[in-house]
């Protein structure tokens, strides 16, 4: 497909868009999988999902993560089976990028010489169409949802294995169906997962109602130490390395904290700031519906969705703190 025209939803429709997936799937041998470094829910369940079923149509493929699978989602099954790496060599088929705007958000593992062809499926609004095809969808809630997709087009019936994996991506993309990307498609997908043997209520419990005791020794220190501007409409936590050093926690242990702040019955905006490493503050952002984040955090070079996003500040811990009530103080 090099030297073609690149097919995206802009000037094609979205069959085509999946028989170009298709053809190339059923054309290709080696594949490469990866998703967005500090991989999620919906990256890790997408890709196991799509991996598997690649290898049960006899391919071969090279899943990989620049970063390890949080210890919260190492139950997930073949978890444990995607390679940690920094570089991968050689040459493949076709490689398939899921959740990222560009090479660099996938860690850069392979270049984009080292496919024949490129597959890009995203849902976020912030994109690019770097790939021969690209599928990107900003109004699905999740990338699982689009894969399912790939998987209906092929009219290959996932296993109750990749059922699951493509079931945790939407669960936990849209907060257990409670945040604003949650949409009819996210529920008519899950239904019919549910239909080929999806434990919903065991999955659920190991997501949401498990937690080790340094992630909950995290929990409470982060929020007795939450803060508030301007009216009670901004509900932020700084998360530092001493927190973390104290409580033994790790980075992936804040996934939810941030969901205490938008809670808040006067927030607007709530956000985790985490030092990440000395002098790189990463921060996660929840909005109520008409507040569109990627107004703001566009000046931090950050991006996501309207009301789920994240940036990244090169400062310490105090001044990203003043560079975002700064930001903030003339939206709210």
Known sequence: MKNKKILTLQNSSKQKIL???????K???TFFIAGHTKPDGDALGSGLALSSMLRRMGK???????????SDMLFIPQANKIKITNKVKGFFDCAIILESINFERMGNIISP??????????????????GDVNYVVPESSSVSELVYDVFKNLKTVPTKQEAENLYIGIVTDTGRFQQLNTNSNSHSVTAELLKYGVNSNSLC?????????????LYGLALSNIKTAFNNKFIYIKITKEMFEKTGSSYTDTDGIINYCIAVPTAVVGCILKEEKPGSIKISFRSVEKFNLLKVIKQFDGGGHKNAAGCTIKADMDTAEKKLLKAFAEKL
């Open 19 to 25: 028989n170009a997936i298709s053809s190339i799937i």
């Open 27 to 29: 054309e290709s041998q």
């Open 60 to 70: 071969k493929v090279t899943h990989c993560s620049t970063d390890p699978v949080p």
């Open 113 to 130: 010489e080292q496919a024949k062809r490129i597959i890009n499926i995203d849902h976020h609004f912030a994109y690019t169409n770097f």
């Open 205 to 217: 419990k190991k997501l949401f109602s498990t937690f080790e005791l340094p992630k909950i020794k």
